[in-house]
């Protein structure tokens, strides 16, 4: 017991001039000389609005089930449940458009209902609905990032057809459009 | 404010109710009380006994049979008291949820179904910083009561 207090009593004496404690808001590491924020720290989900196109992969992705979307009254509404997320990083990963990144806040603590809306992250895209039927076809901003893809990659030759037919049939939804493909003149045997 | 209540909220002492889990939260925890964060600077201590505590931090999303301690741990702790639910389990389920979102059969609900619950500490674990964050989002709520 004795040999225990004079080596704890020399690490005390080894120690005095250190200090240990660092300050509040962030943590210090050697090779820094003001505390900081670990830069990789994935903390509260921020969506950047105007570059998500409301497909809903992170929501596919999401490793608990805190990140859903709902459809509403011609909207969609992505939230995030802080109370349910695994700040895992996957929805950062998955996203085609690098949309949603994790920031550093990590306060994030609240008082109140366990689900109060200071927990959620919400996001609202708006959607293009089906003008036959109603039904819900895709996110507005969604549909214009696949017709761009689509015109990047088509062959030339076809290229007029297309536009047009895309025209024609991107106001329906995918059942209507199998329904009007006669009357729209849009079937693909034109190609063949 | 009377000298003590004052003197309670200048030196809260902390039970922590470990209640199911990963045991993740609590070694966070066990970090945040380290000289390194220094939580003795708001006068945080632990205390090993919930008669002499005045804030109940609690990790884990209570199973079946930690259920009946949990309540009778809430009750040994004197009046005014705060609860703090820290990491996701806590509060939603977190992990132990099934894939569609329903709860676990083996889980007594989260912690707010069993006790008034204050403040919450999102995270899965939380940053021991923001453990201090939440315990002193608590002691404003402490000082109300």
């Keep these: ?192 | 404010m009377n000298p003590k209540q004052k003197a309670r909220i200048y030196s809260p002492w902390v039970f922590h109710a470990h209640a199911g889990g990963c045991n993740n939260c609590d070694i966070e925890l066990a970090a945040a009380l380290t000289p390194r964060f220094d939580v003795e600077r708001i006068g945080i201590v632990l205390k090993n006994n919930p008669r002499h505590a005045d804030i109940l931090l609690v990790t884990g999303p209570v199973p079946k049979q930690t259920a009946p301690f949990l309540k009778r741990v809430y009750n040994q702790v004197p009046n005014p008291k705060v609860v703090i639910v820290i990491g996701s389990c806590g509060i939603s389920g977190g992990v132990y949820n099934y894939d569609d979102g329903r709860p676990n059969y083996a889980l007594a609900g989260p912690v707010d179904q069993l006790i008034p619950v204050d403040a919450y500490v999102p995270g899965c674990p939380p940053k021991p910083e923001a453990i201090i964050q939440g315990v002193v989002l608590a002691l404003q709520k402490l000082a109300e009561k």
């Design chain 1, 1 to 192: 017991m004795v040999k225990g207090k004079i080596k704890l009593l020399r690490e005390a004496v080894a120690n005095i001039f250190k200090c240990v404690t660092i300050d509040y808001p962030a943590g210090t590491w050697p090779g820094t000389k003001y505390s900081q924020i670990p830069p990789k720290l994935r903390g509260k989900p921020k969506f950047n609005e105007e570059k998500c196109i409301g497909c809903g992969a992170c929501s596919m992705s999401c490793s608990g089930v805190a990140n859903s979307y709902e459809d509403k009254d011609g909207w969609r509404f992505v939230s995030i449940f802080l109370g349910q997320c695994l700040f895992c990083g996957r929805c950062e990963e998955i996203c085609p458009e690098e949309a949603i990144k994790l920031t550093q806040e990590f306060e994030l603590s609240y008082s109140g209902p366990r689900e109060s809306e200071v927990a959620y992250v919400r996001h609202g895209i708006e959607l293009v609905l089906c003008e036959n039927c109603g039904d819900v076809i895709a996110p507005a901003p969604q549909i214009a990032r696949c017709r761009e893809m689509v015109m990047e990659k088509i062959d030339p030759s076809v290229r007029e057809i297309v536009v047009t037919d895309m025209e024609k049939y991107s106001k329906y939804c995918s059942k209507c459009r199998q329904i009007l493909s006669h009357k729209l003149n849009t079937h693909t045997r034109k190609f063949y």
